[in-house]
């Protein structure tokens, strides 16, 4: 498959380089999306809760 010893480490660098750019595009693409935080079932914003302690 490989000829000699210096193919196979260009293909190994190759492959790790293209995992490592597929980690970072896929690490954008989850900051990218906005997170759906603070909503019910029913789509509505609800507001934060506070604890004992929070009251000052």
């Known amino acids: ?3 000699n ?3 196979f ?5 190759r492959t790790h380089a293209a995992e490592l750019r597929a980690e970072a595009a896929a690490d ?4 990218s999306v906005p997170r759906a935080t603070g909503r019910s079932w ?4 609800q507001p934060t809760r506070r ?3 929070d009251r000052r």
């Open 5 to 7: 010893d210096a193919e």
């Open 51 to 53: 604890t004992g302690d």
């Open 42 to 45: 029913l789509g509505r914003r």
């Open 9 to 13: 480490l260009l293909s190994l660098h």
């Open 28 to 31: 954008r693409l989850a900051r």
């Open 1 to 3: 498959m490989f000829g």
